[in-house]
Nanobody, 126 residues
Framework: QVQLVESGGGLVQAGGSLRLSCAASGRTRSSSAMGWFRQAPGKEREFVAAISWSGGGTDYADSVKGRFTISRDNAKNTVYLQMNSLKPEDTAVYYC???????????????????WGQGTQVTVSS
């Protein structure tokens, strides 16, 4: 089992920045890719970014390319999402997710992830 806890959300003005963190505990030596998803009110959960186990591979939703950066520190069992140039449409609950053990390659669909955090709210005001 892997437990994921997100932090770093909050209220920010449009154009501002936030950095989300996702701390993993439990069976963290599992060589798993990780990702960030988000869900806005009344909308389905959507893919935001993903990173391979090694950190050498990343992928982003078109809506955040050039503004968000995903990274990871395996020594700290933590994944980050640096969000710059935030827009009101980025407002959502952001979820961290981890693939099951032995799946180091990135994935963009939610059903490919086994473990999920509780989410952290990001609100961008105009």
């Amino acid at each position: 089992q892997v437990q994921l806890v997100e932090s770093g959300g909050g209220l920010v003005q449009a154009g501002g920045s936030l950095r989300l963190s996702c701390a993993a505990s439990g069976r963290t030596r599992s060589s798993s890719a990780m990702g960030w998803f988000r869900q806005a009110p009344g909308k389905e959960r959507e893919f935001v970014a993903a990173i391979s186990w090694s950190g050498g591979g990343t992928d982003y939703a078109d809506s955040v390319k050039g503004r968000f950066t995903i990274s990871r520190d395996n020594a700290k069992n933590t994944v980050y999402l640096q969000m710059n140039s935030l827009k009101p449409e980025d407002t959502a609950v952001y979820y961290c997710a981890a693939r099951s053990a032995g799946r180091p390659v990135i994935a963009t669909r939610s059903h490919e992830y086994e473990y999920w955090g509780q989410g952290t709210q990001v609100t961008v005001s105009s």
